[in-house]
């Protein structure tokens, strides 16, 4: 599934947590990792950009780029790591290299993911641009006591039965098979597509006969949620991949959110739509949103454009 992977790094705490998770990937994929430093030059202009490049400031840059890729291979524990630090804008140079590799694996800072796409931040412009699948890792204030990663016991593939969702099913299920991982596959019934003013629960109850008020709009969506959902099973399982199903009902995002930490979620897989990612992000997606509060790696794939149309 992955030979290479891509890990950008400023060497920041959340960069390094994100190469943690990047090496723990490479050795179960026996994949190689490149470590990505960028030197932004506009950092080193002089006051004012009036005075050009500041030569001092510039080599301070290159030199902290350096170590930061340095670090990463410092701790890879037997996995191939080349060291890379090259000069230009850190968004479009990842993006730029992405296409030589498999996978991304980078770190955004907390919950700023929505924050920071608004004022165009590296991780998302990768996110929306990048031609392959990414993997986001949040940063946490407590990160400097955290462990290294080095297995995921459970693996989240979200689906609502659309071609965008379906696409990171291969994902979901190289991860878990990698790490002999359980697959969850878990459908949101989201209730604010019934009528507005609905008061709709699972299996229609409070809502009359079947057929009648809202249950009559909510079991068509529970059977969809039922049928993708086993159908992401159904996938594991012929692949001897432990597999759950489960169907919610309420916002999306907010109940994958829960869901993760009720059930010891380790990785999320999940399809963006896209170029309409900017879109979705801007609107508050559901992908967008797991990645903004959830403290797991989440591995967004994006579909192609016709697989959306």
């Given at each position: 599934?992955?030979?290479?992977?891509?890990?950008?790094?400023?060497?920041?705490?959340?960069?390094?947590?994100?190469?943690?998770?990047?090496?723990?990937?490479a050795a179960v994929f026996d994949a190689s990792v490149t470590?990505?430093?960028?030197?932004?030059?506009?950092?080193?202009?002089?006051?004012?950009?009036?005075?050009?490049?500041?030569?001092?400031?510039?080599?301070?840059?290159?030199?902290?780029?350096?170590?930061?890729?340095?670090?990463?291979?410092?701790?890879?524990?037997?996995?191939?790591?080349?060291?890379?630090?090259?000069?230009g804008d850190p968004g479009e140079t990842v993006v730029d290299?992405?296409?030589?590799?498999?996978?991304?694996?980078?770190?955004?800072?907390?919950?700023?993911?929505?924050?920071?796409?608004?004022?165009?931040?590296?991780?998302?412009?990768?996110?929306?641009?990048?031609?392959?699948?990414?993997?986001?890792?949040?940063?946490?204030?407590?990160?400097?006591?955290?462990?290294?990663?080095?297995?995921?016991?459970?693996?989240?593939?979200?689906?609502?039965?659309?071609?965008?969702?379906?696409?990171?099913?291969?994902?979901?299920?190289?991860?878990?098979?990698?790490?002999?991982?359980?697959?969850?596959?878990?459908?949101?019934?989201?209730?604010?597509?019934?009528?507005?003013?609905?008061?709709?629960?699972?299996?229609?109850?409070?809502?009359?006969?079947?057929?009648?008020?809202?249950?009559?709009?909510?079991?068509?969506?529970?059977?969809?949620?039922?049928?993708?959902?086993?159908?992401?099973?159904?996938?594991?399982?012929?692949?001897?991949?432990?597999?759950?199903?489960?169907?919610?009902?309420?916002?999306?995002?907010?109940?994958?959110?829960?869901?993760?930490?009720?059930?010891?979620?380790?990785?999320?897989?999940?399809?963006?739509?896209?170029?309409?990612?900017?879109?979705?992000?801007?609107?508050?997606?559901?992908?967008?949103?797991?990645?903004?509060?959830?403290?797991?790696?989440?591995?967004?794939?994006?579909?192609?454009?016709?697989?959306?149309?």
């Open positions: 599934m992955y030979e290479s992977i891509l890990v950008p790094t400023d060497g920041s705490p959340t960069a390094d947590l994100a190469a943690d998770h990047a090496l723990a990937l470590a990505l430093g960028v030197v932004d030059a506009e950092e080193a202009s002089g006051p004012f950009d009036a005075g050009g490049v500041d030569e001092g400031s510039l080599a301070h840059l290159e030199t902290a780029a350096e170590r930061a890729v340095e670090s990463v291979a410092d701790r890879a524990n037997g996995v191939a790591v080349d060291t890379l630090v090259v000069e290299r992405a296409g030589d590799h498999d996978l991304v694996v980078l770190g955004t800072h907390g919950r700023s993911v929505v924050d920071r796409v608004l004022t165009g931040s590296t991780s998302a412009q990768v996110v929306r641009e990048s031609p392959v699948p990414v993997v986001t890792v949040r940063g946490e204030a407590d990160q400097a006591d955290r462990e290294a990663p080095t297995d995921y016991d459970d693996v989240l593939v979200p689906t609502d039965g659309s071609d965008a969702a379906e696409v990171a099913i291969e994902h979901g299920l190289a991860v878990a098979d990698a790490f002999d991982a359980t697959v969850h596959a878990v459908y949101i019934v989201d209730v604010s597509a019934l009528a507005p003013g609905a008061d709709a629960t699972l299996g229609g109850a409070g809502g009359g006969a079947a057929g009648t008020g809202t249950g009559g709009l909510l079991e068509p969506m529970v059977e969809s949620g039922e049928e993708a959902t086993e159908r992401v099973a159904e996938r594991a399982r012929a692949e001897g991949i432990d597999a759950v199903t489960e169907i919610g009902e309420g916002s999306p995002g907010s109940m994958l959110v829960d869901y993760v930490d009720d059930a010891g979620i380790d990785f999320v897989a999940m399809g963006t739509h896209g170029h309409t990612g900017l879109d979705r992000v801007l609107l508050g997606s559901t992908t967008e949103r797991t990645m903004r509060n959830v403290s797991v790696p989440v591995l967004s794939v994006r579909a192609s454009d016709d697989a959306t149309e």
